[in-house]
């Protein structure tokens, strides 16, 4: 069983990774942060009585289904609201959401505080943003949990629902697209 400590440090560990994961696939900031809330909420009232070893995997599931529920929640809510989208005017000032904005800077290497280098440095880190949105959603959750979350591929399958094999697959061809997608526009990594 985890102790209470136990659980909020692996809350607080998780966090911030899990926030930009959900950001990726949602693309709005509010509805991320909810998404993360509301899924530490249920990992705390549900499973905090679970051995701490087995957290990770309940909360990457957690995470996952509370996604999924959004997707589904903003489908119907798209269908029968739709016309509403009628009334912005064209001036309106709706900011959306940018990743590259919310990434906190600690410690700032020397290297990092030449203007010119930070400009080559946000445009590269732009053009992976918008590959990386471009993945079909599957292969973006494969690849961002297994690069991002740095999960092995059993525990990927089964915060995905596949099986190990198609994790791979996945992985493989996000891989694939995103330096397709980065050599054309002349990144290499």
């Given at each position: 069983m985890a102790s209470s400590k136990e659980?909020?440090?692996?809350?607080?560990?998780?966090?911030?990774?899990?926030?930009?994961?959900?950001?990726?696939?949602?693309?709005?900031?509010?509805s991320a942060l909810d998404i993360v809330q509301d899924s530490m909420m249920r990992l705390a009232e549900r499973y905090g009585d679970k051995p701490a070893q087995e957290l990770t995997l309940l909360f990457q599931r957690i995470l996952t289904n509370a996604m999924m529920d959004w997707f589904r929640r903003q489908k119907v809510q798209n269908a029968l609201f739709s016309s509403f989208s009628d009334f912005q005017s064209d001036g309106d000032d709706t900011e959306e959401f940018d990743i590259l904005e919310s990434l906190?800077?600690?410690?700032?290497?020397?290297?990092?505080?030449?203007?010119?280098?930070?400009?080559?440095?946000?445009?590269?880190?732009?053009?992976?943003?918008?590959?990386?949105?471009?993945?079909?959603?599957?292969?973006?959750?494969?690849?961002?949990?297994?690069y991002w979350e740095d999960m092995d591929v059993a525990a990927t399958a089964s915060t995905m629902g596949c099986s190990e094999g198609s994790v791979k697959t996945h992985c493989s061809r996000a891989i694939h697209s995103l330096i397709k997608l980065l050599t054309a526009k002349g990144i290499r990594l």
């Open positions: 659980l909020s440090d692996f809350l607080k560990d998780v966090e911030k990774r899990a926030f930009k994961r959900v950001a990726y696939h949602v693309r709005n900031e509010e906190s800077v600690a410690g700032v290497p020397p290297e990092f505080d030449n203007p010119q280098n930070n400009h080559e440095r946000q445009q590269k880190l732009e053009s992976i943003e918008v590959a990386l949105l471009l993945l079909p959603m599957r292969q973006r959750e494969a690849f961002l949990l297994r």
